[in-house]
């Protein structure tokens, strides 16, 4: 596959590029991205340590099996940095990304993670020691003198490493496991990019700038569908690569003209994708089905190449695209001097920008059990926005926000992640029809509840929430200050003159708990997780089961029922109303699951006071709250279909495929307008 390298524009600054580069490196200083020097040698003195504790870990294994007095002498392991700390632009407190590689005798599944891990926790300097070898890519966590360390490991076919070792050499992956290639990865991509770039000067201020940018504006994530720091360095690289003259100021704006007019799918590439005879698939959505339907590829440039951005969804990128075009207008105004770069920077009012979200509550028994539990939950949030794109063919829009927030008024170690919830901009408005994603949301928590290292006091909750109901704790002062001017999106505006107002009248149900109830035993595996089947068109539930447990459950809800008054004025309709003249349920703190009375007021319950009927009842037992979204002018959706759900999905992927354009041998860059400007 071939890539253009032709450059957009040669053209370097002018004056007033010089000067606001100046200011902008100004502002970085001030907003404490950089590390002090004290901090710098720590870093360094740390990884000497490090590297002295490795390579005596490998003497000591060669002696122990056998060899010579000379094998134990030249035996060595060499230790590689790679991420924020390789590519020069990590900050205060930041973690640093290492990889050892040792000799071909050296195993990870034993070496590593038992007897280095044993030598490690005997060290004193060692704190926080994770092993966590079921990773994608095995890592070993720690802090070493009080700085975070990520430590893999890759063995190579080698029975002596030298100091001198070439990881970007094709040679290292000759005889390796696809393990170890992960491993060795994230070295070789970082050495790549800063081979690939014209000037790493300017690579790295403007990539430092944007990692600032990209978490002010809520978009840096890898792992809640956004991008991490190996996919905004790619796309910064490109874009160095494009003016390769220009300096950080020029290339910060220049980034967001680029990727404001980008023609998704088309992939970002450094570099021309290379085949080579070692066997590893690389990304080719000619040859591999699933490639085409990845929505943003940004294409690793070091063998073999893959995509780093696959996590991206159809609702993250949106969110992304809006970002950018947010970018490039502040970039416009600050070139205009109607503006400064402090601007750029302002944080996304997340809880302003939408009138729907869901709450999803994490909490545990000690802080340690909620780091764990909430590593798990946070791993398989973007599998919640997939299938709710899934079950809703697109219609209905999330935006995962990667903050976490905790309620310090909580009796138990608690934490909580949000999402907001839109219609896609051009559904026609229909009064009267609805969302229903309580099974999307039923067949999330079944998954999570599949966690095997599940404790007693392991809970989650998934709550609908309007923007007056978020609770205050997520506010930086603790409270809600009055409404700002917010910036409008397009979506957003297009949504306003189709007749979409901040009315919100009573919803028909607010709250309930998506906490199972657990066995006492050490895995959720062998408890009773099934749920009946249970269509998500039906208009009436009914269960004395609480939370998914027994009829016996000590916490089965007592749900109740209230009246509420409805508008008659169609445009006053809650989008999550389910019925003209639908009852509404008030909310009120009670624990759920098997929690005990340790845990009182971790949750929020139904309650209801009496009326004759309600529209449509829910259940503990369903496992997450009944989140019925009447998102105006859209179609009743979410029905199980498996048969359509396949063909959808086939059909995303092959209109994504066609998107990829070919040109020879390769996937062409084509990813800009023939009109952009420079």
Same mark, same amino acid.
């Given at each position: 596959?071939?890539?253009? /390298?032709?450059?957009?524009?040669?053209?370097?600054?002018?004056?007033?590029?010089?000067?606001?580069?100046?200011?902008?490196?100004?502002?970085?200083?001030?907003?404490?991205?950089?590390?002090?020097?004290?901090?710098?040698?720590?870093?360094?003195?740390?990884?000497?340590?490090?590297?002295?504790?490795?390579?005596?870990?490998?003497?000591?294994?060669?002696?122990?099996?056998?060899?010579?007095?000379?094998?134990?002498?030249?035996?060595?392991?060499?230790?590689?940095?790679?991420?924020?700390?390789?590519?020069?632009?990590?900050?205060?407190?930041?973690?640093?990304?290492?990889?050892?590689?040792?000799?071909?005798?050296?195993?990870?599944?034993?070496?590593?993670?038992?007897?280095?891990?044993?030598?490690?926790?005997?060290?004193?300097?060692?704190?926080?020691?994770?092993?966590?070898?079921?990773?994608?890519?095995?890592?070993?966590?720690?802090?070493?003198?009080?700085? !975070?360390?990520?430590?893999? $490991?890759?063995?190579?076919?080698?029975?002596?490493?030298?100091?001198?070792?070439?990881?970007?050499?094709?040679?290292?992956?000759?005889?390796?496991?696809?393990?170890?290639?992960?491993?060795?990865?994230?070295? @070789?991509?970082?050495?790549?990019?800063?081979?690939?770039?014209?000037?790493?000067?300017?690579?790295?201020?403007?990539?430092?700038?944007?990692?600032?940018?990209?978490?002010?504006?809520?978009?840096?994530?890898?792992?809640?569908?956004?991008?991490?720091?190996?996919?905004?360095?790619?796309?910064?690289?490109?874009?160095?690569?494009?003016?390769?003259?220009?300096?950080?100021?020029?290339?910060?704006?220049?980034?967001?003209?680029?990727?404001?007019?980008?023609?998704?799918?088309?992939?970002?590439?450094?570099?021309?994708?290379?085949?080579?005879?070692?066997?590893?698939?690389?990304?080719?959505?000619?040859?591999?089905?699933?490639?085409?339907?990845?929505?943003?590829?940004?294409?690793?440039?070091?063998?073999?190449?893959?995509?780093?951005?696959?996590?991206?969804?159809?609702?993250?990128?949106?969110?992304?695209?809006?970002?950018?075009?947010?970018?490039?207008?502040?970039?416009?105004?600050?070139?205009?001097?109607?503006?400064?770069?402090?601007?750029?920077?302002?944080?996304? /009012?997340?809880?302003?920008?939408?009138?729907? $979200?869901?709450?999803?509550?994490?909490?545990?028994?000690?802080?340690?059990?909620?780091?764990?539990?909430?590593?798990?939950?946070?791993?398989?949030?973007?599998?919640?926005?997939?299938?709710?794109?899934?079950?809703? $063919?697109?219609?209905?829009?999330?935006?995962?926000?990667?903050?976490?927030?905790?309620?310090?008024?909580?009796?138990?170690?608690?934490?909580?992640?949000?999402?907001?919830?839109?219609?896609?901009?051009?559904?026609?408005?229909?009064?009267?029809?609805?969302?229903?994603?309580?099974?999307?949301?039923?067949?999330?928590? %079944?998954?999570?509840?599949?966690?095997?290292?599940?404790?007693?006091?392991?809970?989650?909750?998934?709550?609908?929430?309007?923007?007056?109901?978020?609770?205050?704790?997520?506010?930086?002062?603790?409270?809600? @200050?009055?409404?700002?001017?917010?910036?409008?999106?397009?979506?957003?505006?297009?949504?306003?003159?189709?007749?979409?107002?901040?009315?919100?009248?009573?919803?028909?149900?607010?709250?309930?708990?998506?906490?199972?109830? %657990?066995?006492?035993?050490?895995?959720?595996?062998?408890?009773?997780?099934?749920?009946?089947?249970?269509?998500?068109?039906?208009?009436?539930?009914?269960? /004395?089961?609480?939370?998914?447990?027994?009829?016996?459950?000590? !916490?089965?809800?007592?749900?109740?029922?209230?009246?509420?008054?409805?508008?008659?004025?169609?445009?006053?309709?809650?989008?999550?109303?389910?019925?003209?003249?639908?009852?509404?349920?008030?909310?009120?703190?009670?624990? !759920?699951?098997?929690?005990?009375?340790?845990?009182?007021?971790?949750?929020?319950?139904?309650?209801?006071?009496?009326?004759?009927?309600?529209?449509?009842?829910?259940?503990?037992?369903?496992?997450?709250?009944?989140?019925?979204?009447?998102?105006?002018?859209?179609?009743?959706?979410?029905?199980?279909?498996?048969?359509?759900?396949?063909?959808?999905?086939?059909?995303?992927?092959?209109?994504?495929?066609?998107?990829?354009?070919?040109?020879?041998?390769?996937?062409?860059?084509?990813?800009?307008?023939?009109?952009?400007?420079?």
């Amino acid at each position: 596959m071939t890539t253009s /390298n032709k450059p957009i524009s040669l053209a370097g600054p002018v004056d007033a590029d010089v000067l606001r580069t100046v200011e902008l490196n100004k502002f970085l200083v001030e907003a404490g991205l950089y590390e002090s020097v004290d901090e710098s040698a720590r870093r360094e003195e740390v990884l000497r340590e490090l590297d002295k504790i490795v390579k005596d870990w490998v003497k000591q294994l060669t002696s122990q099996r056998g060899y010579t007095d000379q094998m134990v002498e030249e035996a060595n392991a060499v230790l590689f940095t790679f991420g924020s700390y390789r590519l020069g632009v990590h900050g205060p407190g930041a973690d640093i990304d290492t990889l050892c590689v040792g000799p071909s005798y050296v195993n990870r599944e034993e070496d590593f993670f038992i007897v280095l891990h044993d030598i490690l926790s005997q060290t004193e300097e060692v704190t926080h020691l994770q092993p966590v070898p079921d990773a994608h890519v095995p890592v070993m966590k720690f802090k070493f003198n009080g700085i !975070s360390i990520d430590l893999l $490991y890759a063995s190579v076919s080698l029975l002596v490493v030298p100091s001198d070792l070439d990881i970007s050499q094709e040679s290292v992956l000759y005889d390796i496991d696809e393990a170890t290639v992960r491993s060795l990865t994230g070295c @070789r991509v970082a050495d790549q990019i800063l081979r690939l770039v014209p000037n790493i000067e300017n690579f790295r201020t403007t990539l430092r700038c944007l990692k600032h940018w990209a978490r002010r504006r809520g978009v840096y994530s890898n792992v809640t569908g956004f991008l991490g720091g190996v996919n905004w360095a790619l796309l910064v690289a490109r874009v160095c690569q494009l003016y390769p003259n220009a300096v950080p100021s020029m290339l910060v704006s220049r980034f967001f003209r680029v990727f404001t007019q980008w023609h998704w799918p088309t992939p970002v590439m450094l570099c021309a994708i290379e085949e080579e005879e070692l066997g590893f698939p690389v990304w080719d959505p000619r040859k591999n089905p699933r490639d085409r339907t990845h929505h943003m590829p940004i294409i690793t440039p070091a063998y073999p190449c893959m995509n780093s951005s696959y996590n991206v969804s159809t609702s993250t990128l949106r969110v992304m695209i809006e970002q950018f075009q947010f970018g490039n207008k502040i970039c416009q105004e600050i070139e205009l001097n109607k503006a400064n770069w402090s601007a750029l920077f302002e944080p996304f /009012n997340f809880f302003e920008a939408y009138k729907n $979200y869901l709450q999803v509550d994490i909490i545990a028994e000690d802080d340690e059990d909620l780091r764990l539990w909430k590593g798990w939950v946070e791993s398989r949030l973007r599998q919640l926005t997939l299938k709710i794109e899934r079950d809703t $063919y697109g219609k209905l829009q999330c935006h995962p926000y990667p903050s976490e927030y905790a309620d310090p008024s909580r009796q138990c170690a608690h934490c909580a992640f949000f999402m907001g919830l839109s219609r896609k901009e051009g559904v026609k408005i229909q009064e009267g029809q609805q969302f229903d994603i309580r099974g999307t949301v039923d067949e999330f928590r %079944h998954e999570i509840n599949m966690y095997m290292f599940w404790k007693p006091g392991m809970e989650l909750a998934v709550s609908h929430v309007r923007r007056k109901e978020i609770p205050a704790y997520v506010f930086p002062e603790g409270y809600r @200050r009055p409404r700002p001017q917010r910036h409008v999106s397009h979506q957003q505006q297009k949504h306003a003159s189709a007749g979409m107002d901040d009315t919100e009248p009573c919803r028909s149900v607010r709250r309930a708990s998506a906490s199972p109830v %657990h066995p006492k035993t050490s895995s959720p595996l062998s408890g009773n997780v099934s749920d009946e089947p249970t269509s998500n068109n039906q208009t009436k539930v009914t269960s /004395n089961n609480a939370s998914g447990g027994s009829q016996n459950s000590p !916490s089965t809800g007592n749900v109740e029922q209230a009246k509420c008054s409805s508008s008659s004025q169609a445009s006053e309709k809650s989008l999550d109303s389910i019925a003209s003249g639908s009852k509404c349920v008030e909310v009120e703190a009670v624990c !759920s699951g098997d929690v005990t009375s340790k845990h009182v007021n971790c949750f929020s319950h139904v309650k209801d006071s009496a009326a004759p009927t309600v529209a449509v009842t829910t259940t503990l037992k369903r496992v997450a709250e009944k989140v019925v979204l009447e998102l105006v002018g859209s179609e009743s959706l979410g029905g199980n279909n498996a048969d359509l759900l396949q063909i959808a999905e086939k059909d995303m992927g092959n209109v994504l495929a066609e998107k990829v354009h070919f040109a020879g041998n390769g996937v062409s860059q084509s990813g800009l307008h023939e009109e952009l400007e420079v």
